[in-house]
């Protein structure tokens, strides 16, 4: 069963998006499912202990992209890709099949032609296994009504990384035992992100983690996501090497 897609567009002519394409991003991938089921994504998800939980998770877009910070925009001039991974076959699926039939598309002012795409399964590699983070990882706890992020070399960084990968775990009927431990590999200040999303100023990082946990929790990681706000597209991670 397909939970990994990769898409490649390409635009009509040159253009721009913002900084903040994200939510752009975020909103053709719910135009482009069956309405039931972009519905049931945006509205209910998936009930969790933290509250209801989205499960899909993407990246950023890749490609012919240059950053103008004047203007906060990227001249888009080339072909550029996004991948989208869920434990729920029928989003991937679904979303393939809505780019397959749909070859024209518009992401903000920029009008693109579906080029190219790939559905796989994901195997998870035997742990440890080091990810790559493809779209910024957060982590963040509610502190007297205000989030406060944490970076990669504070303890509370790494628990809540693994408190929240066992919280999807549980929510998708998976309890594997046995040991999880996320560690950070050659993380510096340069790999942190700060980005917008709507009315949000969000704190990540990019950068390398190696993953020591049984297959099913490594899965979850590689079709979920790492951290939180997975289905605003932050915290997309692949196996190295994939």
Same mark, same amino acid.
């Given at each position: 069963?397909?939970?990994?897609?990769?898409?490649?567009?390409?635009?009509?002519?040159?253009?721009?998006?913002?900084?903040?394409?994200?939510?752009?991003?975020?909103?053709?991938?719910?135009?482009?499912?069956?309405?039931?089921?972009?519905? /049931?994504?945006?509205?209910?998800?998936?009930?969790?202990?933290?509250?209801?939980?989205?499960?899909?998770?993407?990246?950023? =877009?890749?490609?012919?992209?240059?950053?103008?910070?004047?203007?906060?925009?990227?001249?888009?001039?080339?072909?550029?890709?996004?991948?989208?991974?869920?434990?729920?076959?029928?989003?991937?699926?679904?979303?393939?099949?809505?780019?397959?039939?749909?070859?024209?598309?518009?992401?903000?002012?920029?009008?693109?032609?579906?080029?190219?795409?790939? =559905?796989?399964?994901?195997?998870?590699?035997?742990?440890?296994?080091?990810?790559?983070?493809?779209?910024?990882?957060?982590?963040?706890?509610?502190?007297?009504?205000?989030?406060?992020?944490?970076?990669?070399?504070?303890?509370?960084?790494?628990?809540?990384?693994?408190?929240?990968?066992?919280?999807?775990?549980?929510? =998708?009927?998976?309890?594997?035992?046995?040991?999880?431990?996320?560690?950070?590999?050659?993380?510096?200040?340069?790999?942190?992100?700060?980005?917008?999303?709507?009315?949000?100023?969000?704190?990540? /990082?990019?950068?390398?983690?190696?993953?020591?946990?049984?297959?099913? =929790?490594? /899965?979850?990681?590689?079709?979920?996501?790492?951290?939180?706000?997975?289905?605003?597209?932050?915290?997309?991670?692949?196996?190295?090497?994939?």
């Amino acid at each position: 069963m397909v939970h990994y897609l990769r898409a490649k567009l390409v635009p009509v002519q040159p253009g721009t998006l913002p900084f903040a394409y994200r939510e752009q991003l975020q909103g053709l991938i719910y135009r482009l499912l069956p309405e039931d089921l972009s519905r /049931w994504l945006h509205e209910e998800g998936l009930s969790t202990p933290q509250g209801r939980w989205k499960p899909f998770v993407f990246s950023r =877009l890749a490609g012919k992209m240059q950053p103008d910070t004047s203007t906060k925009t990227f001249k888009v001039t080339g072909p550029v890709s996004f991948r989208l991974a869920s434990p729920l076959t029928e989003v991937v699926q679904e979303l393939g099949m809505a780019l397959m039939l749909k070859r024209h598309l518009r992401l903000g002012n920029l009008e693109l032609l579906h080029d190219e795409l790939l =559905l796989t399964e994901v195997i998870p590699p035997p742990a440890p296994v080091t990810l790559i983070a493809r779209s910024p990882i957060t982590v963040y706890r509610k502190e007297n009504g205000r989030r406060r992020y944490f970076r990669p070399e504070e303890p509370a960084f790494l628990e809540l990384l693994v408190r929240n990968l066992r919280m999807k775990a549980e929510a =998708l009927g998976k309890n594997p035992e046995g040991e999880v431990r996320i560690e950070p590999v050659g993380i510096t200040p340069r790999h942190k992100k700060i980005e917008r999303f709507h009315r949000l100023v969000v704190e990540g /990082w990019m950068g390398r983690y190696r993953l020591t946990a049984p297959p099913e =929790l490594t /899965w979850v990681a590689l079709t979920s996501g790492l951290g939180a706000l997975g289905s605003q597209g932050f915290g997309f991670v692949e196996a190295e090497g994939d």
